[in-house]
């Protein structure tokens, strides 16, 4: 009996004991500042924050172990903790810009794929006039120019439909397909973006086999505040004058942002005289590419509402823009056409129109361990390519209506996302997500290239979590499609007579004239993803991943049939191609030691179908045709590695980035040659010194950088070799104490030596046209 009293007295001794301790503690921002409504947790314990940043945990175990303090706009930490010794604990939270302020490349959170972020004012140091361009200092991407407003991003020599880019969760959807189709999001206006490279996409469906682009605009300001900024820029190359204006207001839980940009610019200046299109020189007056100028115009909308357990946000937006094409290369060549009128500010025939308007609703419902998203958007990208009625057939007559639109394409998107996060105690988190992507593009005017076709997909996705220990993350994906493709047919009888009366055989023409078919196409693919991250020591870390991706086939790919300017060839698709699939797997490993920090990232995709255009060795009955290119399949490998570093002596610090990469088709029975578009062996680097601040100056800076490229010799078939090339740049940039205005002017200076060049990555480097001449870039940025 005496036994059984002392056991229940220890007993109750144990949970009095167990249930005694209380732990303490208090949140801060980098200022010292305390956090209103943080959220601290530890398994089925959690506490908020009141006003004066203050927390208290009671009746907790005793242990280690480790609490996570979460804020919206905030890096989220694991602080450690060993009950009853610790009774009080301080936190100090960064903003996801204050985390990112000394570096160039960086993630402070412990994620398996290999993500870049990159901060808006990282963009607005490297700004080159579109958002694409001023990503290309992030190692493995880089630009396809075709213009001096509009340029496409590339990942790893991937682009097109094989990037997604993102804003605020919803695929952004033009006419990726097109070489001459620029990315519609204004550069100035992205308040963060993350490039996220090969696997760690699952999320992102079919266009993600490359990586994904995502940019987020939904960062919420602070309580009661109200604050913008104006942006004044201009340059050489194209004598570009724009400016911009970022406004927002917050109270306690409604907020408000409000954006307008605008840029106009000139024909822009390479170092040439002339350039050659199917074998005619065309000359090029006082360097000017004629017919190049345009302009673009954005507004960005936003309001929403914020709560501790609620948020909905409401953005609309919409770009445009008009852009001339080169006069000489643009539907029948013409020498005529670039004939200087000393005007470089004007647009005529032939040019684009784009008008992209964009309305997102997203919303979340927050719980201490779970969170529900639904994201709802529709947007349309409404593309017109205007130029002089011509034809190619001596039997057409001009439209009676728009008589000089050429082509005209209406693309309408319907995206509905839902996700439910869940966590079970520190360790897991699992999400599972329902997408569904519907589209219909319109097609009409005089010329002929891309069918009308609506597309619906639909898909599941799933994705877990597991933080095994403060050193090791795992992460488990898996994603469903089903996609449905329907393409209409077109009977072009203006070329059928043409044909025939030309001599051709009612065979030949009825095959040629019939430019598109009826198309039913389904898809049904499942995809795998799984990533492990690990902290070898605090001066090492590693992260791996391993994938399958697929993207399924476009309507370009499968029944366009016609003269493509864009790529100046005659395009046919191909109803018969397979849903493009493929494995891939990087290694990202990552050694930082006090002022050194350096990023080796080795990967390699394998395609079992990788689609491609494949010159067919017939010529197109289509006068100025030229060859026919055809879409077709074939094995593919690609491979290769990046490498980052970034060094700090004192004042200097020097950043230097270098890629290589490798690829192959594996099975084209005309010969393994390297897929088209591949990056060469490049190097880029840029040398700062940071002055000390001043009563006049803050964070001033000088640099010095230069860009290295190797010659391309490796090709693809009927792909024209690439010289290599060095070109060098400077700049320098500080903010100016006048007063209560303290304005950032940067002053950068690009391709200084005015070398004449050519991009491997470029279209018009088919037609021999360099990359921009010198330019010098003059932003001044004010913050109210």
């Keep these: 009996m005496m036994r059984i009293s002392i056991l229940i007295i220890c007993l109750i001794h144990s949970v009095i004991v167990f249930s005694q301790n209380t732990l303490k503690g208090k949140v801060v921002d980098a200022n010292g500042m305390p956090l209103n409504k943080c959220h601290i947790d530890w398994n089925a314990y959690c506490a908020t924050t009141n006003s004066d940043g203050t927390f208290e945990l009671q009746n907790i175990p005793s242990g280690s172990f480790n609490l996570r303090v979460k804020l919206d706009g905030f890096q989220t930490q694991d602080v450690f903790v060993n009950v009853p010794e610790t009774t009080f604990v301080e ?15 960086s993630t402070n959170q412990p994620k398996t794929y290999n993500g870049i972020s990159v901060k808006s004012n990282q963009i607005k140091d490297n700004f080159a006039g579109s958002l694409a361009k001023s990503l ?13 407003g509009v340029s496409k991003p590339m990942i790893r020599g991937l682009g097109f439909t094989r990037i997604a880019v993102t804003e605020n969760g919803i695929k952004q959807e033009g006419q990726q397909w097109g070489a001459d189709h620029g990315l519609e999001i204004d550069a100035l206006q992205a308040e963060e973006v993350e490039v996220i490279k090969g696997v760690g996409a699952i999320a992102y469906g079919s266009d993600a086999i490359g990586g994904v682009i995502r940019i987020n605009n939904e960062k919420i300001p602070q309580e009661n505040t109200t604050s913008g900024n104006v942006i004044f820029h201009g340059k050489t190359v194209n004598d570009a004058l724009g400016a911009s204006v970022n406004f927002q207001h917050r109270n306690e839980n409604w907020f408000f942002k409000a954006k307008f940009s605008g840029v106009d610019y000139a024909d822009f200046k390479v170092p040439t005289s002339e350039v050659n299109y199917l074998n005619t020189k065309i000359p090029i007056y006082n360097n000017r590419m004629k017919n190049t100028a345009g302009d673009e115009y954005s507004v960005y909308l936003q309001g929403g509402y914020v709560s501790d357990s609620f948020q909905s946000i409401l953005s609309v937006s919409n770009l445009k823009s008009k852009i001339g094409f080169f006069a000489g290369a643009h539907g029948i060549p013409s020498v005529g056409a670039v004939a200087d009128d000393g005007n470089y500010r004007d647009v005529g025939f032939p040019y684009q129109t784009v008008n992209h308007f964009k309305v997102t609703s997203s919303n979340k419902w927050k719980k201490p361990h779970s969170e529900w998203n639904a994201i709802f958007s529709f947007q349309q990208n409404h593309r017109q390519e205007w130029s002089l009625f011509h034809s190619h057939y001596s039997n057409q007559t001009a439209p009676s209506v728009n008589p000089n639109l050429e082509l005209d394409f209406v693309l309408n998107t319907l995206d509905s996302q839902v996700n439910y996060s869940f966590e079970t105690g520190l360790n897991h988190e699992t999400t599972f997500g329902f997408q569904q992507n519907y589209q219909q593009n319109n097609v ?29 993350t795992l992460d488990f994906g898996a994603r469903l499609d089903y996609i449905d493709m329907k393409t209409q047919g077109y009977f072009d009888s203006i070329l059928y007579d043409y044909l025939v009366s030309n001599g051709k055989t009612e065979t030949v023409a009825k095959e040629n004239a019939q430019r598109s078919s009826d198309v039913h196409k389904t898809y049904l693919q499942t995809n795998f993803a799984f990533g492990l991250s690990y902290v070898m020591h605090p001066k090492w870390k590693w992260n791996f991943n391993v994938g399958t991706n697929f993207r399924a086939p476009t309507a370009m790919e499968l029944s366009a049939n016609g003269i493509h300017h864009g790529a100046f060839r005659h395009e046919k698709g191909n109803p018969n ?11 990202g ?3 930082e030691n006090g002022n050194f920090k350096s990023t080796l990232s080795p990967y390699v ?7 491609f255009l494949k010159p067919t060795g017939t010529f197109s009955v289509l006068p100025h045709g030229g060859q026919v290119y055809e879409y077709s399949q074939s094995k593919a490998l690609i491979t290769g590695f990046e490498y980052a570093l970034q060094q700090k002596w004192n004042s200097f610090t020097l950043n230097a980035t270098f890629e290589y990469l490798y690829n192959k088709q594996l099975d084209n029975p005309k010969g393994n040659y390297p897929l088209p578009f591949s990056t060469p062996i490049n190097l880029s680097a840029e040398l700062s010194y940071a002055f000390k601040d001043s009563k006049i100056t803050k964070q001033s800076k000088v640099y010095i950088n230069t860009k290295w490229a190797s010659a391309q010799n490796r090709i693809a078939q009927n792909e024209e070799k690439t010289p290599g090339y060095t070109i060098f740049g400077a700049g320098l940039q500080s903010e100016i104490n006048i007063g209560k205005l303290k304005p950032v002017v940067r002053l ?35 913050p109210f």
């Design 91 to 105: 936190v100090v939270l960064f903003t996801e810009d204050e985390m990112l302020d000394e570096l160039v490349i």
């Design 136 to 148: 290309e200092n992030v190692a493995g991407v880089t630009a396809m120019e075709i213009g001096s």
């Design 444 to 472: 009409s005017g005089y010329s002929y290239l891309l069918p009308e076709y609506n597309r619906n997909n639909l898909a599941f996705y799933a994705n877990h979590q597991w933080f095994v220990s403060s050193k090791t």
């Design 577 to 587: 191609l397979k849903v493009e699939r493929g494995v891939s797997s990087e290694i």
């Design 589 to 591: 490993l990552t050694f």
């Design 605 to 611: 995709y394998y395609f079992s179908n990788y689609i």
């Design 748 to 782: 950068q200076g690009n391709n200084l030596l005015n070398t004449k060049y050519y991009n491997h990555a470029s279209f018009y480097r088919a037609i021999e046209i360099p990359e921009l001449g010198r330019n010098v870039q003059l932003m001044i940025q004010i």
